[in-house]
């Protein structure tokens, strides 16, 4: 037990990925989604008063009439997706959330919306189709590794056709700078986000060189001792523009985030539209 709990609480080595993956967990899932669905949460999903000016936005820049086939990338439960159909996109989304790709499917269907959801890791995506636009929103680009970057924006790169578009938003300097490194405890004796029964969550919040930061968060109850690793890497507009021009992509716009606010470095978020050379 204090092997295990030594090991739960030691501060990793950089992008160690969590053994469990708490987003197909049972109950996890579902504390997940409520807070996706949550309209007023900032929190798994941005809320709905952005995604709806954000959507409206991406549509101006992006028009459906010259880009109709979307792939909405970790599009979890089709928030953007269905705002992104009914603004006349043909949309597909993919994401390795089994709850969120059910929901999302039911509420198509219940609405009459014809997406295409898929149920897979995007890091193995291979939809033998091609698109005009990809979207990945909510900064999901910087939750993954130097290597699942690179995997991702070839993927990407792939399913879009000569001249397609890609948005993304990533967490910038800034954000990075006023990140607080500390370690606080939780005694949840009802349940509460990661458990439905009594646990304890120790929590510490760590900086890593190369701008990267991680919430180690450690599930400790009568039964377990398991740890996540939440990553995320920030980036300056210069290092975002690296990492896609080294795929082949080009800068075509950036923003301060997916709703088109002008570009500000002390903005917390970088978005960029990139084009398929």
Same mark, same amino acid.
């Given at each position: 037990?204090?092997?295990?709990?030594?090991?739960?609480?030691?501060?990793?080595?950089?992008?160690?990925?969590?053994?469990?993956?708490?987003?197909?967990?049972?109950?996890?899932?579902?504390?997940?989604?409520? =807070?996706?669905? %949550?309209? %007023?949460?900032?929190?798994?999903?941005?809320?709905?008063?952005?995604?709806?000016?954000?959507?409206?936005?991406?549509?101006?820049?992006?028009?459906?009439?010259?880009?109709?086939?979307?792939? %909405?990338?970790? &599009?979890?439960?089709?928030?953007?997706?269905?705002?992104?159909?009914?603004?006349?996109?043909?949309?597909?989304?993919?994401?390795?959330?089994?709850?969120?790709?059910?929901?999302?499917?039911?509420?198509?269907?219940?609405?009459?919306?014809?997406?295409?959801?898929?149920?897979?890791?995007?890091?193995?995506?291979?939809?033998?189709?091609?698109?005009?636009? &990809?979207?990945?929103?909510? &900064? +999901?680009?910087?939750?993954?590794?130097?290597?699942?970057?690179?995997?991702?924006?070839?993927?990407?790169?792939?399913?879009?056709?000569?001249?397609?578009?890609?948005?993304?938003?990533?967490?910038?300097? =800034?954000?990075? &700078?006023?990140?607080?490194?500390?370690?606080?405890?939780?005694?949840?004796?009802?349940?509460?986000?990661?458990?439905?029964?009594?646990?304890? =969550?120790?929590?510490?919040?760590?900086?890593?060189?190369?701008?990267?930061?991680? +919430?180690?968060?450690?599930?400790?109850?009568?039964?377990?001792?398991?740890?996540?690793?939440?990553?995320?890497?920030?980036?300056?507009?210069?290092?975002?523009?690296?990492?896609?021009?080294?795929?082949?992509?080009?800068?075509?716009?950036?923003?301060?985030?997916?709703?088109?606010?002008?570009?500000?470095?002390?903005?917390?978020?970088?978005?960029?539209?990139?084009?398929?050379?």
């Amino acid at each position: 037990m204090n092997n295990n709990l030594f090991t739960a609480l030691r501060k990793p080595s950089i992008y160690t990925k969590s053994a469990a993956e708490f987003w197909n967990d049972e109950y996890i899932s579902k504390q997940m989604l409520k =807070a996706h669905l %949550d309209p %007023d949460f900032d929190g798994a999903s941005r809320t709905l008063d952005f995604i709806e000016k954000s959507a409206a936005w991406i549509t101006e820049q992006i028009p459906p009439v010259d880009y109709p086939l979307l792939l %909405d990338i970790g &599009c979890g439960p089709g928030i953007y997706a269905e705002k992104f159909t009914q603004k006349g996109y043909q949309v597909t989304g993919v994401d390795f959330s089994k709850r969120s790709i059910d929901y999302a499917q039911q509420s198509a269907f219940s609405k009459k919306l014809n997406i295409s959801y898929v149920y897979q890791n995007y890091l193995e995506m291979d939809l033998n189709k091609s698109f005009d636009v &990809c979207t990945m929103i909510y &900064c +999901d680009y910087g939750a993954l590794s130097t290597r699942d970057r690179q995997v991702i924006m070839k993927k990407i790169y792939h399913h879009l056709k000569p001249g397609g578009k890609l948005l993304l938003d990533v967490f910038s300097m =800034a954000k990075f &700078c006023n990140f607080q490194e500390q370690q606080v405890w939780e005694l949840c004796p009802n349940g509460g986000f990661w458990r439905p029964g009594e646990y304890m =969550a120790l929590s510490g919040f760590y900086k890593y060189l190369d701008y990267v930061t991680l +919430d180690l968060i450690s599930i400790i109850s009568k039964e377990e001792i398991t740890p996540y690793y939440l990553w995320n890497t920030y980036f300056t507009k210069e290092t975002l523009m690296q990492e896609a021009e080294s795929i082949g992509f080009k800068m075509c716009g950036l923003f301060s985030d997916v709703a088109g606010r002008s570009y500000q470095s002390e903005s917390d978020t970088i978005a960029i539209i990139l084009e398929k050379q």
